[in-house]
């Protein structure tokens, strides 16, 4: 059984970076798709990025040329790279799977981990 857990949420300054991890267990190798999503407290959830099989991205508009992903397949963790951070952006970041088949239906979460970036 696929679990998440996220980590690396802080607090920073606006134009600051952080990196988020996902750390995947239960799978032998990283499941087909795999989202991260923001919540901010008044707000629905927001998909900010998506990983689809080897390497297709696609992030929201919000954060285009700002987030990026990246992995380190040995060790089962997924990166969300966040730079030129805005307050916009604080908000509740978690990781999603998709843990069966090749679509992108996430049933998987982890328990998020909290993002404020102060002006």
């Known amino acids: 059984q696929v679990t998440l857990m996220e980590s690396g949420g802080g607090s920073v300054q606006d134009g600051g970076f952080l990196r988020l991890t996902c750390t995947i267990s239960g799978a032998s190798k990283r499941p087909f798709c795999m989202g991260w999503f923001r919540q901010a407290p008044g707000k629905g959830r927001e998909e900010v990025a998506r990983?689809?099989?080897?390497?297709?991205?696609t992030f929201g508009d919000d954060v285009k040329g700002r987030f990026t992903m990246t992995e380190n397949s040995v060790e089962h963790l997924l990166y969300l790279n966040m730079d030129i951070l805005k307050p916009d952006d604080t908000a509740m970041y978690f990781c999603a799977a998709s843990s069966y088949g090749t679509g992108c239906e996430f049933d998987v979460w982890g328990q998020g981990t909290q993002v404020t970036v102060s002006s």
């Open positions: 990983l689809i099989g080897d390497n297709y991205q």
